[in-house]
């Protein structure tokens, strides 16, 4: 069975500092991998995927994701935090496999809050 | 293009009840998936009609039914309402042609059970 962990509950950063969220999956096979965001009141926002190619996936908003095999991470960045950002962020993953359909499995969510 | 759309947003309801939450996906879009959201078990699939024909279904009891219509508009039922229905939940479409192509959400319906 394939599921993905965000190990922090919660991240704090200054605005303009980088932001990394965390993400690991465990996954028989190659996995589609996503990043969503969600503001207070609404459903999820796609922000990027990962589904072969190069490891470095660029995606809204100046979000970029890195993917990587050996550590089976998929950790969400960006360069310079707004207050804006603030929200909570999914990584979800997808099993490529027909049977599966388009069944998305998340992780648990991180909030976000950037400090003006 | 309009986006997906969850009707209605907010719901209360009883222990007992049983209500119907509808969804009309992105025009073009043939796949609609369900997905709790609680506090708790955070989100968790429902599950995912295309064509008409459920393709999917997470581990929910029997209470828990949808069917998708022919202009691909979805409808999710849930029967013998308890406590722990209470969640957001959320409508997905996607092309549903198995490329890599993203889900994209729509804002949910808050069900709440008094």
């Known amino acids: 069975a394939q599921s993905v962990a965000q190990p922090e509950d919660q991240v704090n950063v200054a605005e303009g500092n980088p932001l990394t969220v965390k993400c690991t999956y465990s996954?028989?096979?190659?996995?589609?991998l996503f990043w969503y965001v969600q503001y207070p009141n609404r459903g999820l926002q796609f922000l990027l995927k990962?589904?072969?190619?190069?490891?470095l996936v660029k995606g809204s908003y100046g979000f970029e994701a890195e993917f990587n095999k050996s550590q089976t991470s998929f950790h969400l960045k960006k360069p310079s935090a707004l207050v804006s950002d603030s929200a909570l962020y999914f990584c979800?993953?997808?099993?490529?496999?027909?049977?599966?359909?388009?069944?998305?499995?998340f992780g648990g969510g991180t909030r976000v809050l950037v400090k003006p | 293009k309009a986006g997906v759309t969850q009707t209605p947003r907010y719901l209360i309801k009883t222990r007992g009840q049983q209500v119907t939450l509808s969804c009309s996906p992105i025009?073009?879009?043939?796949?609609v998936s369900w997905y709790q959201q609680t506090p708790g078990q955070g989100l968790q699939f429902l599950f995912e009609?295309?064509?008409?024909?459920?393709?999917n279904k997470g581990n929910f009891p029997g209470r828990f039914s949808g069917r998708q219509f022919s202009n691909s508009r979805s409808e999710m039922n849930v029967s013998t309402l308890e406590l722990g229905d209470s969640a957001l939940y959320l409508c997905?479409?996607?092309?549903?042609?198995?490329?890599?192509?993203?889900?994209?959400f729509g804002d949910g319906t808050r069900l709440s059970i008094l």
């Open positions: 997905a479409s996607s092309l549903g042609d198995m490329s890599n192509q993203p889900q994209h």
């Open positions: 996954v028989s096979g190659n996995p589609y």
């Open positions: 979800a993953v997808r099993d490529p496999g027909w049977a599966a359909g388009n069944k998305l499995t």
């Open positions: 990962y589904i072969t190619g190069d490891n």
């Open positions: 009609y295309f064509s008409e024909t459920q393709r």
């Open positions: 025009s073009g879009h043939r796949s």
